[in-house]
């Protein structure tokens, strides 16, 4: 043995285990296989996922894609050690934003980072990933975990998950047509989602509470836990409420940016929206967050959804029909207001959120 072969240095000694990461595969493929739907057999370990259109029953598809992350939500989950539902924010955050477009979400894949795998973590990820897989019907078909010590302090990671849905052609949303008069409805949210945590963060540091205090907006809950409420997933109701009924003319996600950016987005030259505040019943998180932080009515309107995950147009003679297929589809929908013509902001409210 020469002096280089034994003071030679390994990856692993660099800080990064080939075996742990093998093993993590192996370990999530039920998971995985879990997730298999028409078009996918959703098995992992090949350098590439397939997805066959034509067994998903498309004839003329139009394919739509989207990616995004959980923000420092993950901070949460890190520090609580509760890793179980960040996978399904993970998907929603993707499929939610396939839906809107009148898309079906077809398949997903996750990009996993950390600065040491931890027996377990990866695990119970993708578990929750796996999980969100299948209240969207989509198929987790590949992904990728990364081991990079420097860069990603001890146990910490981060996420990335990307989807592709499709339609067929001339069926995508918003549709042409939307014009003063059409109704809007909304969709409850379970909670903050998965934006807006990092004026979270800095509102429980002020609070001065623990992740494993009683969250005061939640009895019987800890802190971290209730903040940890994964994102609602909107896909089989609203796939299954277009399908029953007509009308719907857009769809839109309330994210970042809340109604004040994500409303505009759907909405064509000419025509405004109105909300009516007083029509959300705001779940109890947002009234603790905004008297803890000393947050103003319209930055909670701008970061979090304020109780409204997901913003229905519908066209004025079929608001019953589309609420009924809604409501028969698992939803309960709330009339929010209505599409006005344009004035100097396209978002207009009325009332005021209760606290």
């Not at 970061?303 to 995950?309: D, L, R, S």
């Not at 913003?311 to 698992?330: I, K």
Request: glycine share 14%.
């Amino acid at each position: 043995m020469t002096a280089a072969d034994q003071d030679g240095l390994t990856y692993a000694q660099a800080g990064v285990d080939i075996d742990s990461g093998n093993a993590l595969v192996e370990s999530i493929k039920p998971l995985v296989r879990a997730t298999r739907r028409p078009g996918a057999d959703a098995e992992i370990g090949g350098f590439g996922g397939l997805f066959d259109l034509k067994a998903a029953g498309f004839k003329d598809p139009i394919l739509v894609a989207a990616n995004d992350g959980v923000g420092t939500k993950v901070k949460i989950a890190i520090e609580t050690g509760r890793h179980d539902t960040i996978g399904i924010d993970l998907v929603a955050m993707c499929v939610n934003d396939i839906v809107v477009q009148g898309a079906e979400p077809l398949f997903f894949l996750d990009y996993y980072a950390a600065g040491k795998l931890v027996p377990g973590v990866g695990a119970d990820i993708v578990r929750g990933i796996a999980e969100g897989c299948r209240q969207a019907g989509c198929a987790l078909i590949g992904g990728e975990t990364a081991e990079m010590p420097g860069l990603y302090a001890n146990e910490d990671y981060d996420l990335a998950g990307f989807a592709v849905g499709a339609a067929e052609r001339g069926t995508l949303l918003p549709r042409p047509g939307i014009e003063p008069g059409d109704a809007v409805l909304g969709l409850a949210s379970s909670g903050v989602h998965s934006n807006g945590f990092s004026l979270v963060r800095r509102i429980v540091e002020r609070s001065g509470l623990a992740w494993d205090a009683p969250a005061p907006f939640a009895p019987g809950r800890t802190l971290g836990e209730a903040l940890l409420e994964p994102t609602r997933i909107y896909v089989k109701a609203l796939l299954a409420a277009m399908k029953r009924a007509g009308g719907v003319r857009a769809l839109a996600h309330i994210t970042g940016g809340g109604f004040p950016d994500n409303l505009p987005r759907v909405l064509p030259d000419g025509v405004g929206i109105e909300i009516d505040l007083s029509a959300i019943a705001v779940p109890p998180v947002f009234g603790w967050l905004a008297r803890e932080g000393g947050v103003a009515e319209a930055e909670m309107l701008r970061t979090f959804n304020c109780g409204i995950g997901m913003v229905v147009v519908v066209a004025a003679d079929a608001v019953d029909a589309v609420a009924s297929a809604l409501t028969q589809a698992g939803e309960t929908p709330v009339r929010l207001g209505q599409i006005t013509e344009r004035g100097a902001e396209p978002v207009t409210f009325t009332g005021s959120l209760a606290s």
